[in-house]
């Protein structure tokens, strides 16, 4: 993004660390209002002696507390120091998050909070023809606001959209108008008696995580920044006070963008109740964890500049979703647990009767006495069909005959264990077949498990399937 958008707030504070150590500093921070890039920020000495302020970073961890205070009371907040460079009398720190704002309890006992947390990197879940923008630069919004993704549970009521903030900037030597697109969940929460707004941050966070894995799903790549800010209406008057620029920001590493007209699920289904659907489904599934673990590899799948990278992430998605689908349905292992004990036994009497007593050979008995160890997990690819026919996922659109899906995916996994364990490539064509396929099938299991049918798709959300039957 351009200089242009660069913020910069800057302000005398108090450092400490962890061993109790503090010193006046003056807080310098730079970010990009619109740009995942990580915040700089440095702070340097504000006191006529120097020895307090390198102390600070004479400890084993880095635990540092720094704050000040802005105009009209606002205190600065920097948040998850973890790493340094220290010259002189200034330090440049590392930080993953600042906040800004009132550090009172706010003065009414009843309203609403209206928390907008903006994602400038925005998913491709967007409301179609939302803005235009004439030949003589008038802007005009045609937005309504039934257009949003909506719901409300016991927390409060969200809403999803996307919306335009607009810049003065130049093309060239001209004056003109910047349109940037910036995605946003709204939040409105009821409040019974007054509190204080960073305790209240913390739960708002706590909501949006799932919201936001599932848009990195539905969008092919991850979220890994926003900012909250907060908005109080009390009850009777009806007044909207802003609690002076109150926000947390995240930092950021810049991903791949998707393709706008290739993401999973479209507006109107998610606007019709689809997407708190799936986020109910998401919150309650027993298998949460690995779902979510199989969404951040797919998307970095879409992430990594090579074929390599990217196939052996997706891998991992499969892998993660086949292992717990296969161990909790009961068909991960050969033998039950005790039979197999007894069995793994004999194994060893043999193993052991085979070298005799020479202390020479200890180490090979124990090599191959821990290998036996697996063999009483099915093979991978016995798991994966079975977990394809149990969730009856579809597989027609890439493969001729059924018959054809236990070599077919034999083939994948032994091109992909040549690339992994001797660095071979001799099919790259084949590589990337297998990379559309492994990313098709880690789509339709997770949408399976979150019970999204796959005719309600976007229609071209498979396309690249298309070119793989012959």
């Known amino acids: 993004m351009d200089d242009l958008y660069w913020k910069k707030i800057s302000t005398l504070g108090r450092a400490t660390n962890s061993e109790g150590v503090s010193s006046d500093v003056l807080i310098d921070i730079k970010y990009n209002k619109y740009s995942p890039d990580q915040i700089e920020c440095q702070i340097s000495s504000a006191e006529t002696e120097s020895a307090r302020f390198a102390k600070l970073f004479v400890t084993d961890t880095i635990d540092l507390k720094i704050s000040g205070f802005l105009e009209n009371k606002t205190k600065l907040v920097v948040n998850d120091v973890h790493g340094y460079y220290l010259k002189g009398r200034t330090a440049d720190l590392n930080i993953d998050s600042f906040s800004v704002g009132h550090p009172d309890k706010i003065p009414f006992n009843s309203g609403y909070i209206l928390a907008e947390i903006k994602i400038p990197e925005?998913?491709?879940?967007?409301?179609?023809?939302?803005?235009?923008?004439?030949?003589?630069?008038?802007?005009?919004?045609?937005?309504?606001?039934?257009?949003?993704?909506?719901?409300?549970?016991?927390?409060?009521?969200?809403?999803?959209?996307?919306?335009?903030?607009?810049?003065?900037?130049?093309?060239?030597?001209?004056?003109?108008?910047?349109?940037?697109?910036?995605?946003?969940?709204?939040?409105?929460?009821?409040?019974?008696?007054?509190?204080?707004?960073?305790?209240?941050?913390?739960?708002?966070?706590?909501?949006?995580?799932?919201?936001?894995?599932?848009?990195?799903?539905?969008?092919?790549?991850?979220?890994?920044?926003?900012?909250i800010n907060i908005k109080i209406i009390p009850v009777p008057d009806d007044r909207e006070i802003w609690i002076p620029n109150y926000y947390k920001r995240r930092k950021s590493i810049i991903s791949g963008k998707a393709d706008s007209q290739n993401y999973l699920i479209g507006q109107n289904e998610l606007a019709k109740g689809g997407f708190y659907k799936i986020l109910q489904e998401y919150r309650n599934h027993p298998m949460k964890n690995e779902i979510r673990r199989a969404i951040i590899y797919t998307a970095v799948s879409y992430e990594h500049d090579t074929v390599e990278a990217q196939i052996q992430t997706i891998y991992l998605a499969v892998e993660v979703l086949v292992n717990s689908l296969s161990e909790t349905r009961g068909y991960f292992n050969v033998l039950q647990k005790d039979s197999f004990k007894k069995l793994l036994k004999k194994v060893k009497e043999v193993v052991s009767a085979y070298f005799g007593d020479e202390s020479k050979y200890k180490n090979e008995k124990s090599w191959l006495i821990l290998n036996l160890l697996g063999l009483n997990t099915i093979p991978f690819i016995d798991r994966l069909i079975k977990c394809i026919g149990e969730l009856d996922i579809e597989v027609l659109d890439f493969l001729n005959e059924p018959d054809l899906l236990k070599p077919t995916f034999e083939n994948i996994q032994r091109r992909r264990n040549k690339l992994i364990h001797k660095g071979e490539i001799r099919e790259p064509d084949r590589l990337i077949e297998d990379l559309i396929i492994l990313r098709a099938l880690s789509e339709r299991f997770i949408l399976e498990l979150l019970k999204w049918p796959l005719d309600k798709t976007y229609i071209s959300a498979f396309r690249s399937l298309h070119s793989l039957k012959s």
């Open 122 to 227: 925005a998913p491709a879940i967007e409301v179609a023809k939302a803005i235009g923008l004439s030949y003589l630069g008038e802007i005009e919004n045609k937005r309504k606001d039934e257009d949003a993704i909506f719901w409300i549970n016991e927390f409060g009521e969200f809403s999803i959209a996307d919306f335009y903030e607009y810049e003065n900037g130049k093309v060239g030597l001209s004056s003109t108008i910047h349109r940037i697109k910036v995605f946003q969940i709204v939040i409105k929460k009821k409040f019974a008696q007054s509190f204080i707004i960073e305790e209240i941050v913390p739960e708002i966070e706590k909501e949006i995580e799932d919201i936001l894995w599932l848009l990195s799903f539905i969008n092919r790549r991850r979220l890994f920044w926003y900012e």
